[in-house]
């Protein structure tokens, strides 16, 4: 992975009193980096760090980065390099992976941090990081808004875990209206869709109950082994407490925009479990003999042909009507999507069905220049019949870029976002 996505942790000094309180990394009177320890209403705490904020005007463009992954509680990661010179936030919020379980504690440190309600018994898979994003959010706008009447724009950073949390959050708060509000955000292989690592499902159901139950629990690895997709394909069952998380919007970003055309699974587990309670009646019932199968259009027939049948995609009108949010300025980076050679198997799947890095940056870009030229627009004849104009402007808001194979993108990854930024904050009134 690329050198600013590191997992390598800087220490953490442990926080005690009250809701939030401060903690210094400098001796100094005036720090470049401070902490600040935000509780999560009843689960904890998460820590907050903040760079170079008291070296900026109150109006000076803020970032907020989104780690790629999260760390132990005591432990926080280095700022990207790119980065810096801004004033800027990182959101500590819980994920766990498979590594934050096996990571040794180095010797002579504890191994359970000294407040104890930094973590709770609870454990910290969806929706527990949305919600520690959204209260360290909450934090730094109540306590970051510039005085008076100004205004203070947001542009929100993350790559991979965090790409995906920052995604939802800059849906979901770029208020026009609001005098510190998102205006833009900056991704890189981030998953937008977690519903993409489901098992297929047939939306042409089979009279024979073995065909059905095989589409259903085929679930295609295209992923090279030891590469980043594959170990967010392999963490799936660790990030998310039930198949049906995969299914929120705050998780799925794209979501927002439209629906799944997917049956909720019941399990994650590789067995007959996978599959919808619904679809397994139907296959019991199928399974029975020629005498009570049901006759060809009769209610019960339908019913079962309704069961097997997953639902079609739709598409919803996101940002709402009524609300004051705008889809942000966004740059949508992803590395170069790659193909496995054949493993044997006697079919390959078509580039339209794969699920990578690059598919999901496209589908995202996608349905956000979908919902600025068709709804903030307004200047459509008839569906999906955009006119130059609209497409222009939704090209030029949503931008999407390969950066290479994962070692050149290494190299392209920070000036690339570090460009769009001082593009945007160059913009603003008040330069960082």
């Not at 990394?25 to 170079?52: K, T």
């Not at 803020?62 to 999260?70: A, H, K, Q, T």
């Not at 973590?119 to 209260?135: A, C, E, R, S, Y």
Request: hydrophobic fraction near 35%; include cysteine.
């Amino acid at each position: 992975m690329p050198r600013w996505h590191t997992r390598l942790p800087l220490a953490l000094r442990p926080i005690r009193a009250g809701s939030w309180c401060r903690t210094f990394a400098s001796g100094s009177n005036c720090p470049r980096h401070e902490q600040v320890s935000v509780r999560c209403g009843s689960s904890g705490h998460i820590a907050v760090d903040l760079h170079n904020h008291l070296y900026q005007p109150p109006t000076a463009p803020l970032v907020i980065y989104l780690p790629s992954f999260s760390r132990q509680p005591h432990l926080s990661p280095p700022l990207p390099e790119f980065i810096k010179r801004y004033p800027t936030a990182v959101i500590n919020y819980r994920w766990p992976e498979d590594s934050i379980l096996s990571d040794p504690v180095p010797a002579g440190q504890n191994s359970q941090p000294e407040d104890d309600s930094i973590v709770p018994t609870n454990p910290l898979h969806w929706p527990t990081p949305i919600h520690d994003t959204l209260f360290g959010y909450s934090w730094i706008t109540d306590n970051l808004v510039p005085p008076d009447s100004q205004r203070r724009d947001i542009y929100v950073v993350g790559s991979y875990l965090g790409a995906s949390l920052a995604a939802s959050l800059a849906l979901t708060e770029s208020h026009t209206h609001e005098r510190m509000a998102v205006r833009g955000v900056a991704l890189y292989n981030g998953i937008y869709d977690w519903t993409a690592f489901l098992p297929p499902q047939n939306n042409n159901p089979s009279t024979d109950a073995l065909a059905a139950m095989k589409s259903l629990l085929e679930l295609p690895d295209d992923d090279a082994e030891g590469s980043a997709m594959h170990y967010l394909r392999q963490l799936v069952p660790t990030l998310f407490k039930t198949p049906s998380n995969l299914f929120d919007p705050f998780a799925s970003a794209v979501l927002f925009f439209r629906s799944t055309g997917l049956l909720v699974p019941s399990s994650f587990e590789p067995s007959g479990s996978t599959i919808p309670p619904e679809l397994e009646r139907a296959i019991a019932e199928l399974s029975l003999d020629e005498a009570s199968t049901p006759v060809p259009g009769s209610p019960e027939a339908a019913r079962l042909e309704v069961a097997f049948k997953a639902p079609r995609k739709g598409y919803m009108a996101f940002p709402p009507r009524q609300s004051m949010l705008r889809i942000p300025e966004a740059l949508i980076l992803h590395e170069t999507e790659t193909v496995q050679p054949g493993r044997g198997r006697g079919r390959k799947r078509s580039t339209a069905s794969r699920n990578n890095f690059a598919s999901q940056a496209k589908e995202l870009a996608r349905v956000m220049r979908r919902s600025i030229s068709l709804y903030e627009m307004r200047e459509r004849i008839r569906l999906d019949d955009i006119d130059e104009g609209a497409g222009v402007e939704a090209e030029r808001r949503v931008q999407l870029r390969d950066l290479g194979t994962e070692d050149v993108a290494e190299d392209a990854l920070g000036p690339a976002v570090e460009e769009w930024l001082e593009e945007k904050m160059n913009a603003c009134d008040v330069k960082a």
